[in-house]
């Protein structure tokens, strides 16, 4: 089978391969995913994509570090995202949690009441970010 793209829909493809990539590379998918990766990459020069390499020495399509970097800028703000809503929500169970031992709630009242206290830590964590994150022991 052949598909055609256009060179914009080449970059959107490969930036989107890169990014799966980045996620499941150390997953036991990692050969299958390497694999694909690198027939991806093997296209970026036919599509007149500045960026990508070939290292003889190692056999493999390589990015520049200006190419990495730009990647990295969209995977790190997606990192940032998933630790701050990740941390909202274990805090807001963490609470919820230390609640319930002296209420009693219901589904749909733990519902509300979990979400109620995941807003709170999001507008916490926006306005102060991590500088008044505290662990006590």
């Known amino acids: 089978m052949k598909i055609n793209f256009t060179k914009k829909q080449y970059e959107t493809l490969f930036k989107m391969v890169q990014y799966g990539y ?5 997953t036991e998918n990692n050969k299958e995913f390497s694999e694909m990766e690198q027939y991806l990459n093997s296209f970026a020069k036919d599509f007149g994509m500045e960026g990508v390499q070939y290292v003889k020495e190692y056999e493999i399509y390589d990015l520049s570090k200006e190419l990495e970097d730009q990647l990295h800028e969209v995977i790190d703000e997606y990192e940032e995202g998933v630790f701050r809503d990740k941390l909202a929500y274990h805090m807001a169970r963490k609470e919820f949690a230390e609640e319930s031992e002296n209420h009693e709630y219901n ?9 109620e206290l995941e807003e709170k830590y999001h507008l916490h964590i926006e306005k102060e970010g991590l500088r008044k994150l505290k662990i006590e022991e």
């Open 107 to 115: 589904q749909e009242k733990a519902f509300i009441r979990i979400m």
């Open 22 to 26: 980045w996620v499941a590379s150390d």
